[in-house]
């Protein structure tokens, strides 16, 4: 069983900067893939950013550029950081790891793009 948390969600003003962390419960491997993905009312959950080891990350098209995904291994633990933060950003996002090729998710954590 692995459980993810994800923290640093919450209110952010357009042009804004936000950094999610995502820390699992057991050891990560290194060829573990991990991702970010995100919800919106209405909408079906969508892929953000994902990375694999040995690779380049992985981006939606439309975040390209703004956010950054990473990871470190031996603090079990993936990141989001967003930048130039836009409304149509504002979604319900959820940490992803596949491992042992069983998927897990996170609880999903509200980020809101907002004035």
């Known amino acids: 069983q692995v459980q993810l948390v994800e923290s640093g969600g919450g209110l952010v003003q357009p042009g804004g900067s936000l950094g999610l962390s995502c820390v699992a419960s057991?050891?990560?491997?290194?060829?573990?893939?991990m991702a970010w993905y995100r919800q919106a009312p209405g909408k079906e959950r969508e892929l953000v950013a994902r990375?694999?080891?040995?690779?380049?990350?992985e981006y939606k098209d439309s975040v390209q550029g703004r956010f950054t995904i990473g990871r470190d291994n031996a603090k079990k633990t993936v990141y989001l950081q967003m930048t130039s933060l836009k409304p149509e950003d504002t979604a319900v996002y959820y940490c992803?790891?596949?491992?042992?090729?069983?998927?897990?998710w996170g609880q999903g954590i509200q980020v809101t793009v907002s004035s």
């Open positions: 057991v050891s990560i491997h290194s060829s573990d893939p």
């Open positions: 992803y790891c596949r491992r042992d090729g069983t998927p897990y």
């Open positions: 990375i694999r080891s040995g690779r380049d990350p």
